[in-house]
C-alpha cells in the first residue's frame, strides 16, 4: 500500500478534479475500448490497489501522454500508469504479448548479457564509424532485430540508420557505433519488468561513459525519451546531450543547405563509386544517374513529392520536440509538407505502445492515423520512429483495407539522404542536356 500512496503522490493524482478529461482525451476509450485513466486515478486515490492491478486495462494504456496534455491538474497519468505495471509486475501480473513474447525475451537476453550480438554486420565500409570513442555517440537502438523479425511485413528500418550515419559523415561527424550495445529496455520498462531494465540501463550508461562522448544521437523516439529521462539516475556525472537525429539535423541546418547546394552546382564527371552490396553510394557518386539509383521511390520524381510527417508520442508529447523533423524537410528541395490534420500534441498515435497493445483498438486507431496520412494528398509518410514503422507497416497488411491504407514510408533521414542525391541527380542530367 505504501508503493501505491508514492505512487499517487508523485504523479499528483491526488490533485485529480474528477472531470473526466483524461478519458475524453484517450484514444482507446474514444473508439469504445474500456480503459478509463479517471477511474485508474479515483481507484488509485481510493487505494484501491487490488483492484486496479487485476482489472485487465492496466496494461491497455498506449502511455501517449494525450491525457496528460489535457488534465487541467497536471496529474501525470503516465507516470502514474509506469509505477502502477511496476506493482504489478512485482505481483505476477503482465501484458498478454504479442509474437509470443519473443521481443521481451530477447531484451531480457541482453539485460543479463547471455548474448553474443552481431549488431554491425550493416555497416558497410563506406560509412565511417569508431567502435569506441568519439565526441558523438549514434545509437541504433533496436532496428537490427525488427528488420529481421519482421521481414515479412517488409520492414527496412535499417534504411533510415544507415542514412543517419552517412549524414553524420558528410557533415564532418564520425560516430561512435558501438557492437556492444544493448536494448534500451524501454518497453520492459514500461511492462514493469524494472530488474531488467536497470541492468540494461546499467550496461548502455557504463558504455556511453566509456566512449567518452559529449552528445548522443539517436534516430529512435523511444530510445531517446529512455536515455533523456529514464536513464539520468544512473549517470555517475552530468550526462552527454542527448539528440534526436532530426534535431542533429536542425543544428545542422546550414551547413546541410550548403551541402545541398554544392550538389547542385557540382559539376564532376567520374566513374560511380559503390557500395559493397553493389549500390551507388548516394553520399558521393558524381556519375551519370544510373538505374540503381531509382528504386521507384515518390522522392524521385520531376515534380515537388508531398510528404506528411507522423509526429511519435515519445518526440513529442513526451519530450516537446516538434519542430526540428519540419525544420529539415522545409530545406530540401522538391519537397513540400502537408500536415495531418491531427498534428504535433494532437497527432494520433501509431498505437503500437509496448508490444502489449497489438489488439482490435489498436488496429483501428492506426488505420485512423494512416487514413488521416493519404487524406493530405501526400504520396510519403515521413516518420522519426522505427516502432512507427513496423505499427503502420502491419496494419497496411489487411487485404481489405490496402485501398485506404497504403502509403510509402521513409524516416527522416533516408528522405534527407534521397534528396541529396536527387539534387546531384538534377545537376548531372543539367549538365548533360
Same mark, same amino acid.
Not at 534504411?159 to 561512435?176: H, R
Not at 522545409?330 to 503500437?352: D, Y
Given at each position: 500500500?505504501?508503493?501505491?500512496?508514492?505512487?499517487?503522490?508523485?504523479?499528483?493524482?491526488?490533485?485529480?478534479?474528477?472531470?473526466? /478529461? &483524461?478519458?475524453?482525451?484517450?484514444?482507446?476509450?474514444?473508439?469504445?475500448?474500456?480503459? @478509463?485513466?479517471?477511474?485508474?486515478?479515483? =481507484?488509485?486515490? %481510493?487505494?484501491?490497489? /487490488?483492484?486496479?492491478?487485476?482489472?485487465?486495462?492496466?496494461?491497455?494504456?498506449?502511455?501517449?501522454?494525450?491525457?496528460?496534455?489535457?488534465?487541467?491538474?497536471?496529474?501525470?497519468?503516465?507516470?502514474?500508469?509506469?509505477?502502477?505495471?511496476?506493482?504489478?509486475?512485482?505481483?505476477?501480473?503482465?501484458?498478454?504479448?504479442?509474437?509470443?513474447?519473443?521481443?521481451?525475451?530477447?531484451?531480457? +537476453? +541482453?539485460?543479463?548479457?547471455?548474448?553474443?550480438?552481431?549488431?554491425?554486420? *550493416?555497416?558497410?565500409?563506406?560509412? =565511417? @564509424?569508431?567502435?569506441?570513442?568519439?565526441?558523438?555517440?549514434?545509437?541504433?537502438?533496436?532496428?537490427?532485430?525488427?528488420?529481421?523479425?519482421?521481414?515479412?511485413?517488409?520492414?527496412?528500418?535499417?534504411?533510415?540508420?544507415?542514412?543517419?550515419?552517412?549524414? +553524420?559523415?558528410?557533415?564532418?561527424?564520425?560516430?561512435? !557505433?558501438?557492437?556492444?550495445?544493448?536494448?534500451?529496455?524501454?518497453?520492459?520498462?514500461?511492462?514493469?519488468?524494472?530488474?531488467?531494465?536497470?541492468?540494461?540501463?546499467?550496461?548502455?550508461? /557504463?558504455?556511453?561513459?566509456?566512449?567518452?562522448?559529449?552528445?548522443?544521437?539517436?534516430?529512435?523516439?523511444?530510445?531517446?525519451?529512455?536515455?533523456?529521462?529514464?536513464?539520468?539516475?544512473?549517470?555517475? %556525472?552530468?550526462?552527454?546531450?542527448?539528440?534526436?537525429? @532530426?534535431?542533429?539535423?536542425?543544428?545542422?541546418?546550414?551547413?546541410? =543547405?550548403?551541402?545541398?547546394?554544392?550538389?547542385?552546382?557540382?559539376?564532376?564527371?567520374?566513374?560511380?563509386? %559503390?557500395?559493397?552490396?553493389?549500390?551507388?553510394?548516394?553520399?558521393?557518386?558524381?556519375?551519370?544517374?544510373?538505374?540503381?539509383?531509382?528504386?521507384?521511390?515518390?522522392?524521385?520524381?520531376?515534380?515537388?513529392?508531398?510528404?506528411?510527417?507522423?509526429?511519435? &508520442?515519445?518526440?513529442?508529447?513526451?519530450?516537446?520536440?516538434?519542430?526540428?523533423?519540419?525544420? !529539415?524537410?522545409?530545406?530540401?528541395?522538391?519537397?513540400?509538407?502537408?500536415? +495531418?490534420?491531427?498534428?504535433?500534441?494532437?497527432?494520433?498515435?501509431?498505437?503500437?505502445?509496448? *508490444?502489449?497493445?497489438?489488439?482490435?483498438?489498436?488496429?483501428?486507431?492506426?488505420?485512423?492515423?494512416?487514413?488521416?496520412?493519404?487524406?493530405?494528398?501526400?504520396?510519403?509518410?515521413?516518420?522519426?520512429?522505427?516502432?512507427?514503422?513496423?505499427?503502420?507497416?502491419?496494419?497496411?497488411?489487411?487485404?481489405?483495407?490496402?485501398?485506404?491504407?497504403?502509403?510509402?514510408? =521513409?524516416?527522416?533521414? #533516408?528522405?534527407?539522404? #534521397?534528396?541529396?542525391?536527387?539534387?546531384? #541527380?538534377?545537376?548531372?542530367? #543539367?549538365?548533360?542536356?
Amino acid at each position: 500500500m505504501q508503493d501505491l500512496l508514492t505512487a499517487v503522490r508523485e504523479s499528483r493524482a491526488w490533485a485529480c478534479y474528477d472531470c473526466g /478529461k &483524461c478519458t475524453a482525451a484517450c484514444p482507446i476509450a474514444r473508439i469504445g475500448g474500456s480503459l @478509463s485513466p479517471r477511474r485508474h486515478v479515483l =481507484k488509485a486515490n %481510493s487505494g484501491q490497489q /487490488k483492484e486496479i492491478l487485476q482489472n485487465g486495462t492496466l496494461f491497455s494504456c498506449l502511455t501517449c501522454r494525450m491525457c496528460d496534455q489535457r488534465c487541467p491538474a497536471t496529474v501525470a497519468y503516465t507516470d502514474l500508469i509506469q509505477k502502477l505495471r511496476a506493482l504489478a509486475f512485482r505481483g505476477g501480473v503482465e501484458p498478454e504479448c504479442p509474437h509470443g513474447g519473443a521481443l521481451q525475451s530477447l531484451m531480457r +537476453m +541482453m539485460a543479463k548479457g547471455e548474448t553474443h550480438q552481431d549488431r554491425l554486420r *550493416w555497416l558497410s565500409p563506406d560509412l =565511417k @564509424s569508431d567502435p569506441e570513442k568519439g565526441e558523438v555517440f549514434y545509437w541504433t537502438g533496436c532496428n537490427v532485430y525488427y528488420d529481421a523479425f519482421f521481414s515479412d511485413f517488409p520492414v527496412a528500418t535499417l534504411k533510415g540508420t544507415k542514412a543517419a550515419v552517412g549524414l +553524420m559523415n558528410k557533415l564532418g561527424v564520425v560516430p561512435v !557505433v558501438s557492437a556492444d550495445e544493448r536494448c534500451c529496455g524501454h518497453d520492459l520498462l514500461w511492462n514493469g519488468d524494472r530488474k531488467h531494465f536497470e541492468l540494461l540501463a546499467q550496461h548502455n550508461v /557504463k558504455l556511453l561513459e566509456a566512449s567518452g562522448a559529449q552528445t548522443l544521437v539517436t534516430s529512435c523516439a523511444e530510445c531517446l525519451r529512455t536515455w533523456k529521462i529514464d536513464y539520468e539516475p544512473f549517470f555517475s %556525472s552530468k550526462p552527454p546531450r542527448m539528440l534526436h537525429i @532530426s534535431e542533429f539535423l536542425a543544428e545542422h541546418l546550414q551547413e546541410l =543547405k550548403n551541402l545541398l547546394e554544392t550538389r547542385s552546382r557540382r559539376r564532376e564527371e567520374a566513374d560511380s563509386p %559503390s557500395t559493397p552490396d553493389g549500390n551507388i553510394d548516394l553520399f558521393t557518386s558524381t556519375a551519370a544517374p544510373s538505374p540503381q539509383v531509382r528504386t521507384g521511390s515518390a522522392l524521385e520524381s520531376k515534380t515537388p513529392t508531398s510528404v506528411t510527417f507522423q509526429d511519435p &508520442c515519445r518526440l513529442g508529447r513526451h519530450l516537446g520536440i516538434y519542430d526540428p523533423p519540419r525544420q !529539415v524537410l522545409s530545406v530540401l528541395p522538391g519537397i513540400k509538407l502537408a500536415e +495531418m490534420r491531427n498534428r504535433a500534441g494532437a497527432a494520433l498515435c501509431c498505437a503500437g505502445g509496448t *508490444w502489449s497493445n497489438c489488439d482490435r483498438f489498436a488496429k483501428q486507431i492506426q488505420v485512423e492515423r494512416l487514413r488521416e496520412a493519404r487524406a493530405t494528398g501526400a504520396s510519403v509518410l515521413v516518420t522519426a520512429c522505427p516502432k512507427c514503422q513496423i505499427h503502420f507497416r502491419c496494419a497496411m497488411k489487411d487485404p481489405r483495407l490496402r485501398g485506404e491504407t497504403e502509403i510509402e514510408m =521513409k524516416d527522416v533521414s #533516408e528522405v534527407v539522404a #534521397e534528396a541529396i542525391a536527387q539534387a546531384f #541527380e538534377k545537376q548531372v542530367r #543539367e549538365s548533360c542536356e
